[in-house]
């Protein structure tokens, strides 16, 4: 491997030196030539060998790739990993354990159960018992946490999902997934969930229910009011979710932390720290105040937990997670948190969130442009001034095809709006004051870098 490693970087360095900006410029048809003449034959019959292969590969899928570390690269929840935490994900991928039962990953296990439940703790720090599970991300998070709400309340009816507007689409699939009646939408018209109107709905619901908010809206990035919320819950006596797959991370900021207070009371709680938290790509967590709402999760396989096994106290991994084979994703977390620590990683969230500031800033200060409102997290939403809809599409499809920058787009207040969800902390001003400059500038019928390898 340390022989391969210098191609591997190599590149990547060279196809991002070939794509010269956030996203190769072109388009989709062109990016997919491109790369179909950079990497072909892709089964020959007498093999190029490793570092031909990595050096053609790596190099065509760095200079057509949409990178999350560029500034100018701000559409998506998609992080710039940390290189501490890829570097740990190759020493996982090397050691390749499977986290399905402790013969196969046995210090990887008691690790995943360390780091869990000190997270979990975090989350809900006054119970005697708090537990997480490894998922792959906010979807399977949200999934699990109706899963368990389903499981506990079997005898008393099927559940009854409650969510906001601005919830995430993961929810309402997740019930259909699981055989749920459909959700019952609660208004958000100011992009958080209405409170009167979720009181309104509790009270005319047929129990069980499950109330689901959300800190760090996908669309907008605001935060549910979880106090209140959790008070309607214990008044109705519903059981309530939080997907903090984005926002949950503030919990490491003193700074910030306190737009999470009233987590703890949470019956199931979804993080993700491939967001706000800079990891590769999955780093999902399930947070529950008391180990034992993962019961119902129990499963026996005999060749891989076999009641004597257990007995004899070999850990039985299979009541961790609904997947078989899966990856030790906890160990690049670890690496990450004992690297930087709680002082390192609240920097990083605070200069993440503080970049935000600064782009809203330069946005209300330009005439041309239209802010939305004040960013509660990192995402800013704004808008040319007198443009349609379309225009604001238009644009942003543009910039996407010139390859000057990669925006997101979204709908609030009955306006689409151009979307910069920024989780780079080394984002400067001037980067954001160029980002700004590509959305002014006039089209192009030349790219703004070379096209490629």
């Keep these: 491997m340390r022989g391969l490693l210098g191609t591997v970087l190599d590149g990547l360095a060279g196809g991002a030196a070939a794509r010269g900006g956030p996203l190769p410029a072109g388009g989709p048809a062109v990016t997919a030539e491109r790369l179909r003449h950079a990497v072909q034959p892709l089964l020959p019959d007498t093999g190029a060998g490793p570092h031909d292969a990595l050096r053609a590969l790596v190099t065509a899928l760095a200079a057509g790739a949409a990178d999350p570390a560029h ?31 402790w013969d196969q990953a046995p210090a990887a296990s008691a690790l995943e159960e360390a780091l869990t439940r000190t997270l979990a703790a975090e989350i809900h720090p006054d119970t005697p018992h708090p537990d997480a599970l490894v998922t792959t991300g906010g979807t ?21 999902l409650v969510v906001g507007a601005n919830a995430h689409h993961s929810l309402s699939r997740a019930a259909w997934l699981l055989g749920l009646p459909d959700p019952v939408v609660v208004p958000a018209p100011a992009g958080t969930l209405d409170l009167a109107a979720l009181d ?19 669309d907008t990035g605001q935060l549910d009011p979880i106090p209140e919320i959790a008070d309607l819950c214990d008044r109705y006596g519903a059981d309530l979710h939080i997907d903090a797959a984005y926002g949950g991370p503030l919990l490491l900021s003193p700074t910030h932390r306190h737009l999470l207070h009233g987590i703890d009371r949470a019956h199931t709680l979804t993080l993700d720290l491939h967001k706000l938290g800079w990891q590769p790509v999955a780093a999902g967590l399930l947070a529950v105040p ?11 396989a005999d060749y891989l937990n ?26 690049k977390i670890a690496v990450t948190f004992k690297a930087l620590g709680r002082d ?23 005439p ?3 802010l939305h409102d004040r960013p509660a997290l990192s995402t800013v939403l704004f808008r040319p001034t007198a443009s349609t809809d379309e225009d604001v599409a238009a644009l942003r499809r543009r910039l996407l095809h010139e390859g000057r920058a990669v925006l997101g787009r979204t709908r609030a207040d009955g306006r689409l709006w151009l979307k910069a969800t920024l989780l780079n902390p080394h984002t400067t001003p001037h980067d954001l004051e160029t980002l700004l400059a590509h959305v002014h500038a006039p089209a192009s019928s030349d790219p703004p870098h070379p096209p490629g390898c």
Excluded at 83 to 93: G, N, R, T
Excluded at 202 to 217: E, K, N, S, Y
């Design 290 to 300: 008391d180990t034992r709402a993962l019961d119902c999760l129990t499963h026996q």
């Design 368 to 370: 041309a442009l239209e």
């Design 140 to 160: 399977e998070s949200n999934q699990l946490a109706l899963l368990l709400a389903r499981e506990k309340h079997a005898h008393h009816g099927p559940v009854q």
């Design 71 to 101: 500034p100018h690269c701000a559409a998506h929840l998609h992080c710039p990993p940390l290189a501490v935490a890829v570097a740990a994900d190759l020493a996982a991928s090397a050691l390749n354990p499977s986290m399905d039962s």
């Design 200 to 218: 309104e709905a509790l009270t005319r619901l047929h129990r069980p229910l499950l109330v689901a908010a959300t800190a760090g809206t996908t």
């Design 344 to 366: 390192g990683l609240a920097d990083l969230v605070d200069r993440t969130l503080a970049a935000a500031h600064t782009l809203a800033d330069l946005v209300e200060k330009d």
């Design 306 to 331: 076999a009641d004597d096994d257990t007995d004899a106290g070999i850990p039985d991994l299979l009541g961790r997670s609904l997947r078989t084979t899966r990856r030790p994703d906890i160990l």
